[in-house]
Protein backbone atom coordinates (compact mmCIF):
# COMPACT_ATOMS: atom_id res chain seq x y z
CA UNK A 1 0.00 0.00 0.00
CA UNK A 2 1.42 3.14 -1.48
CA UNK A 3 2.08 5.68 2.01
CA UNK A 4 0.26 9.63 1.62
CA UNK A 5 3.10 11.70 2.05
CA UNK A 6 3.11 13.40 5.73
CA UNK A 7 2.86 16.94 5.94
CA UNK A 8 5.67 18.78 7.23
CA UNK A 9 5.37 22.32 9.35
CA UNK A 10 8.84 24.06 10.55
CA UNK A 11 8.19 25.82 13.80
CA UNK A 12 10.77 27.74 15.72
CA UNK A 13 12.77 25.69 17.95
CA UNK A 14 13.03 27.80 20.81
CA UNK A 15 12.11 31.41 20.82
CA UNK A 16 8.78 34.04 20.87
CA UNK A 17 6.80 32.14 18.56
CA UNK A 18 7.21 28.43 19.70
CA UNK A 19 5.00 28.10 22.54
CA UNK A 20 2.15 30.40 20.34
CA UNK A 21 2.81 28.41 17.06
CA UNK A 22 2.50 25.29 19.01
CA UNK A 23 -0.59 25.85 20.82
CA UNK A 24 -1.95 26.93 16.97
CA UNK A 25 -1.53 23.89 15.99
CA UNK A 26 -3.12 21.88 18.97
CA UNK A 27 -5.70 23.92 18.60
CA UNK A 28 -6.14 22.69 15.06
CA UNK A 29 -6.90 19.34 16.07
CA UNK A 30 -3.26 17.80 16.22
CA UNK A 31 -2.23 15.56 18.63
CA UNK A 32 1.56 14.61 18.38
CA UNK A 33 4.01 13.02 20.64
CA UNK A 34 7.45 14.58 20.84
CA UNK A 35 10.74 12.46 19.59
CA UNK A 36 13.87 11.46 21.98
CA UNK A 37 15.71 14.16 20.38
CA UNK A 38 12.81 17.12 21.03
CA UNK A 39 13.02 17.96 17.22
CA UNK A 40 9.98 16.03 15.73
CA UNK A 41 6.68 16.04 16.66
CA UNK A 42 4.95 12.80 15.51
CA UNK A 43 1.31 13.88 14.43
CA UNK A 44 -0.66 11.17 16.09
CA UNK A 45 -3.78 12.00 14.80
CA UNK A 46 -3.34 13.30 11.26
CA UNK A 47 -0.80 12.26 8.32
CA UNK A 48 1.24 15.64 9.82
CA UNK A 49 4.87 15.92 11.63
CA UNK A 50 6.01 19.33 13.24
CA UNK A 51 10.00 20.41 12.89
CA UNK A 52 11.67 22.28 15.31
CA UNK A 53 14.18 24.16 13.44
CA UNK A 54 16.49 27.54 14.03
CA UNK A 55 13.56 30.12 12.86
CA UNK A 56 16.37 31.54 10.35
CA UNK A 57 16.15 28.56 8.41
CA UNK A 58 12.99 27.78 7.52
CA UNK A 59 12.20 29.91 4.42
CA UNK A 60 15.27 27.86 3.24
CA UNK A 61 13.91 24.68 4.48
CA UNK A 62 10.21 25.31 2.54
CA UNK A 63 12.24 26.38 -0.83
CA UNK A 64 14.20 23.29 -0.66
CA UNK A 65 10.86 20.87 -0.26
CA UNK A 66 11.91 20.01 3.18
CA UNK A 67 9.20 21.68 4.49
CA UNK A 68 6.26 22.48 2.93
CA UNK A 69 4.47 24.99 6.15
CA UNK A 70 6.48 27.14 8.33
CA UNK A 71 5.47 29.66 10.87
CA UNK A 72 8.20 32.14 11.12
CA UNK A 73 8.14 36.28 11.74
CA UNK A 74 7.76 38.43 8.69
CA UNK A 75 10.97 39.67 9.34
CA UNK A 76 12.66 36.78 9.03
CA UNK A 77 10.62 35.81 5.86
CA UNK A 78 11.17 39.36 4.51
CA UNK A 79 14.87 38.90 5.16
CA UNK A 80 15.74 34.89 4.31
CA UNK A 81 12.93 34.15 1.51
CA UNK A 82 14.51 34.71 -1.78
CA UNK A 83 12.26 36.16 -4.41
CA UNK A 84 13.00 33.52 -7.10
CA UNK A 85 12.11 30.24 -4.75
CA UNK A 86 8.24 31.01 -4.84
CA UNK A 87 7.77 30.57 -0.65
CA UNK A 88 4.59 32.53 -0.15
CA UNK A 89 2.99 34.05 2.75
CA UNK A 90 -0.16 32.41 2.86
CA UNK A 91 -1.57 34.31 6.37
CA UNK A 92 -0.66 36.66 8.74
CA UNK A 93 -1.18 35.93 12.40
CA UNK A 94 -2.23 37.58 15.25
CA UNK A 95 0.90 36.80 17.91
CA UNK A 96 4.86 37.42 17.95
CA UNK A 97 4.08 41.26 17.11
CA UNK A 98 7.84 42.90 17.32
CA UNK A 99 9.57 45.38 15.17
CA UNK A 100 12.93 46.21 13.15
CA UNK A 101 14.08 48.83 14.63
CA UNK A 102 17.55 51.21 14.60
CA UNK A 103 18.52 52.33 17.85
CA UNK A 104 21.54 54.31 19.22
CA UNK A 105 23.52 54.62 22.46
CA UNK A 106 21.53 56.65 24.91
CA UNK A 107 21.99 60.27 24.99
CA UNK A 108 22.97 60.41 21.08
CA UNK A 109 21.68 63.22 19.13
CA UNK A 110 19.06 61.83 16.67
CA UNK A 111 17.58 63.85 13.61
CA UNK A 112 15.63 61.07 11.62
CA UNK A 113 17.24 58.86 9.16
CA UNK A 114 19.90 61.23 7.87
CA UNK A 115 21.69 60.70 11.24
CA UNK A 116 22.74 57.41 10.07
CA UNK A 117 24.41 59.37 6.63
CA UNK A 118 28.34 57.76 6.90
CA UNK A 119 27.57 55.69 10.10
CA UNK A 120 27.99 51.57 10.78
CA UNK A 121 24.87 50.14 11.22
CA UNK A 122 25.44 46.54 12.96
CA UNK A 123 22.58 44.25 12.26
CA UNK A 124 21.64 40.42 11.18
CA UNK A 125 19.31 42.00 8.78
CA UNK A 126 21.52 43.35 6.14
CA UNK A 127 18.86 42.45 3.48
CA UNK A 128 16.02 44.40 4.85
CA UNK A 129 18.35 47.21 6.21
CA UNK A 130 19.66 47.83 2.85
CA UNK A 131 16.77 47.89 0.97
CA UNK A 132 15.63 50.48 3.47
CA UNK A 133 18.16 52.76 3.64
CA UNK A 134 18.25 52.47 -0.45
CA UNK A 135 14.25 54.03 0.32
CA UNK A 136 15.53 56.93 2.04
CA UNK A 137 18.19 57.45 0.40
CA UNK A 138 20.82 57.46 2.77
CA UNK A 139 24.72 56.10 2.48
CA UNK A 140 25.89 54.20 5.40
CA UNK A 141 27.78 50.71 5.81
CA UNK A 142 25.87 47.76 7.16
CA UNK A 143 27.89 45.32 9.05
CA UNK A 144 26.31 42.45 9.33
CA UNK A 145 26.46 39.98 12.57
CA UNK A 146 25.38 36.78 12.98
CA UNK A 147 24.03 37.88 16.59
CA UNK A 148 24.53 39.69 19.90
CA UNK A 149 24.59 42.56 17.39
CA UNK A 150 23.05 44.66 20.70
CA UNK A 151 26.73 44.96 22.20
CA UNK A 152 28.59 46.06 19.01
CA UNK A 153 28.68 49.98 19.70
CA UNK A 154 30.35 48.97 23.22
CA UNK A 155 32.69 46.80 21.56
CA UNK A 156 33.55 49.47 18.69
CA UNK A 157 32.64 47.14 16.38
CA UNK A 158 29.40 50.17 15.24
CA UNK A 159 27.79 52.79 15.96
CA UNK A 160 24.46 52.19 15.87
CA UNK A 161 22.36 48.92 15.86
CA UNK A 162 19.02 47.88 13.20
CA UNK A 163 17.95 44.87 15.82
CA UNK A 164 14.30 43.19 16.20
CA UNK A 165 12.92 44.67 19.51
CA UNK A 166 10.00 43.08 21.02
CA UNK A 167 9.30 44.70 25.18
CA UNK A 168 12.61 47.04 24.66
CA UNK A 169 14.41 45.30 27.87
CA UNK A 170 17.74 44.06 25.74
CA UNK A 171 18.04 47.75 24.40
CA UNK A 172 17.55 48.87 27.93
CA UNK A 173 19.66 46.34 29.52
CA UNK A 174 22.84 47.93 26.79
CA UNK A 175 22.12 51.39 27.43
CA UNK A 176 20.50 52.08 23.77
CA UNK A 177 17.44 54.16 22.40
CA UNK A 178 15.08 52.88 20.18
CA UNK A 179 15.00 55.91 17.30
CA UNK A 180 13.27 54.74 14.39
CA UNK A 181 10.84 51.83 13.44
CA UNK A 182 12.37 50.21 9.82
CA UNK A 183 9.47 46.85 9.70
CA UNK A 184 6.95 46.02 11.98
CA UNK A 185 6.52 42.26 12.06
CA UNK A 186 4.41 39.55 13.30
CA UNK A 187 4.23 35.67 12.75
CA UNK A 188 3.26 34.48 9.55
CA UNK A 189 2.58 31.12 7.52
CA UNK A 190 4.76 30.54 4.86
CA UNK A 191 3.73 27.82 1.99
CA UNK A 192 6.74 26.26 0.08
CA UNK A 193 5.88 26.10 -3.84
CA UNK A 194 4.79 22.84 -4.02
CA UNK A 195 2.67 22.90 -0.75
CA UNK A 196 -0.52 22.18 -2.64
CA UNK A 197 -1.96 18.69 -1.12
CA UNK A 198 -4.50 18.50 0.44
CA UNK A 199 -3.56 17.92 4.22
CA UNK A 200 -1.66 21.34 3.33
CA UNK A 201 -5.21 23.32 2.30
CA UNK A 202 -6.90 21.67 5.26
CA UNK A 203 -3.93 22.63 7.41
CA UNK A 204 -4.04 26.45 6.00
CA UNK A 205 -7.41 26.40 6.29
CA UNK A 206 -8.05 25.43 9.65
CA UNK A 207 -5.36 27.93 11.15
CA UNK A 208 -7.30 30.52 9.26
CA UNK A 209 -10.10 29.26 11.23
CA UNK A 210 -8.73 29.31 14.79
CA UNK A 211 -7.50 33.14 14.01
CA UNK A 212 -10.65 33.82 12.97
CA UNK A 213 -12.31 32.44 15.71
CA UNK A 214 -9.87 34.15 18.06
CA UNK A 215 -11.23 37.44 17.68
CA UNK A 216 -15.00 36.73 17.24
CA UNK A 217 -17.79 36.70 19.55
CA UNK A 218 -21.55 34.93 19.49
CA UNK A 219 -24.06 37.91 20.67
CA UNK A 220 -27.68 37.23 21.25
CA UNK A 221 -30.24 39.58 22.34
CA UNK A 222 -33.52 40.75 21.85
CA UNK A 223 -34.85 43.95 20.10
CA UNK A 224 -37.25 46.12 19.55
CA UNK A 225 -38.63 45.86 15.35
CA UNK A 226 -38.15 49.17 16.12
CA UNK A 227 -34.66 49.78 16.39
CA UNK A 228 -33.30 46.70 14.36
CA UNK A 229 -31.87 48.78 12.08
CA UNK A 230 -30.10 50.60 14.82
CA UNK A 231 -29.10 48.09 16.62
CA UNK A 232 -27.71 46.13 13.27
CA UNK A 233 -25.37 49.02 13.12
CA UNK A 234 -24.03 48.32 16.22
CA UNK A 235 -22.78 44.95 15.91
CA UNK A 236 -19.07 44.97 15.44
CA UNK A 237 -18.30 43.15 12.27
CA UNK A 238 -21.53 41.18 11.44
CA UNK A 239 -22.44 40.98 8.30
CA UNK A 240 -25.73 39.38 8.18
CA UNK A 241 -27.57 38.46 12.00
CA UNK A 242 -30.26 36.26 12.52
CA UNK A 243 -33.49 37.09 13.07
CA UNK A 244 -36.15 35.22 14.98
CA UNK A 245 -39.52 35.44 16.31
CA UNK A 246 -40.55 35.66 19.97
CA UNK A 247 -43.10 33.52 21.12
CA UNK A 248 -46.13 36.14 22.53
CA UNK A 249 -44.30 38.98 21.71
CA UNK A 250 -45.15 40.83 18.70
CA UNK A 251 -43.06 43.78 18.94
CA UNK A 252 -39.78 42.08 19.46
CA UNK A 253 -37.79 39.64 17.89
CA UNK A 254 -34.71 37.64 19.18
CA UNK A 255 -31.11 38.46 17.27
CA UNK A 256 -28.40 36.46 17.11
CA UNK A 257 -24.77 37.12 15.38
CA UNK A 258 -21.60 36.09 14.80
CA UNK A 259 -19.09 39.31 15.55
CA UNK A 260 -15.95 39.29 13.98
CA UNK A 261 -14.07 42.49 15.93
CA UNK A 262 -13.43 42.71 19.27
CA UNK A 263 -17.08 43.30 21.82
CA UNK A 264 -16.34 45.68 24.46
CA UNK A 265 -18.37 46.76 27.05
CA UNK A 266 -19.25 49.89 25.69
CA UNK A 267 -21.10 48.21 22.62
CA UNK A 268 -23.34 46.43 25.12
CA UNK A 269 -23.93 49.15 26.67
CA UNK A 270 -25.11 51.01 23.74
CA UNK A 271 -26.92 47.94 22.47
CA UNK A 272 -28.53 48.64 25.78
CA UNK A 273 -29.15 52.41 25.18
CA UNK A 274 -31.16 51.77 22.04
CA UNK A 275 -33.69 48.91 23.16
CA UNK A 276 -32.11 45.34 23.68
CA UNK A 277 -32.56 43.55 25.91
CA UNK A 278 -31.33 39.78 27.11
CA UNK A 279 -27.87 40.58 25.79
CA UNK A 280 -25.81 37.54 25.69
CA UNK A 281 -22.10 37.35 24.24
CA UNK A 282 -20.32 33.88 23.76
CA UNK A 283 -17.43 32.58 22.76
CA UNK A 284 -17.17 31.16 19.57
CA UNK A 285 -15.20 27.68 19.80
CA UNK A 286 -14.73 26.67 15.88
CA UNK A 287 -15.94 27.99 12.45
CA UNK A 288 -14.90 27.20 9.15
CA UNK A 289 -15.76 29.46 5.95
C1 LIG B 1 15.68 39.49 19.44
C2 LIG B 1 16.74 40.59 19.40
C3 LIG B 1 16.97 40.93 20.84
C4 LIG B 1 15.68 40.57 21.51
C5 LIG B 1 14.83 41.78 21.78
O1 LIG B 1 16.26 38.25 19.41
O2 LIG B 1 17.89 40.19 18.72
O3 LIG B 1 18.02 40.15 21.36
O4 LIG B 1 14.96 39.69 20.63
O5 LIG B 1 13.71 41.48 22.57
P1 LIG B 1 13.28 42.44 23.76
O6 LIG B 1 12.98 43.79 23.16
O7 LIG B 1 12.03 41.80 24.31
O8 LIG B 1 14.39 42.48 24.75
P2 LIG B 1 15.36 36.89 19.20
O9 LIG B 1 14.82 36.43 20.49
O10 LIG B 1 14.38 37.08 18.10
O11 LIG B 1 16.45 35.84 18.79
P3 LIG B 1 17.02 35.48 17.36
O12 LIG B 1 17.04 36.73 16.56
O13 LIG B 1 18.35 34.91 17.67
O14 LIG B 1 16.09 34.44 16.78
ZN1 LIG C 1 16.36 33.67 14.91
Not at 112 to 122: H, Y
Not at 161 to 184: F, K, P, Q
Not at 238 to 248: F, K, N, R, V
Not at 269 to 281: D, M, Y
Request: hydrophobic share 45%.
Amino acid sequence: MEQEPRLKIAVQKSGRLTENSLHLLETCGLTYSRGRDQLICFGENMPVDVLLVRDDDIPQLLAEGVCDLGIVGLNVHLEKSDPEAGVRKALDMDFGRCRLSIAVPRGEPWNGPASLSGRRIATTYPNILGRWLDEQGIEASVVTLSGAVEIAPRLGRADVICDLVSTGSTLAANDLEETMVVLESQAALLAAPQAHSAWAQRMISRIEGVLRVRGSKYIMLHAPRAALEEIRDLLPGSEAPTLMPLEGLEDKVAVHAVCSETVFWETLESLKGAGATSILVLPVEKMLA
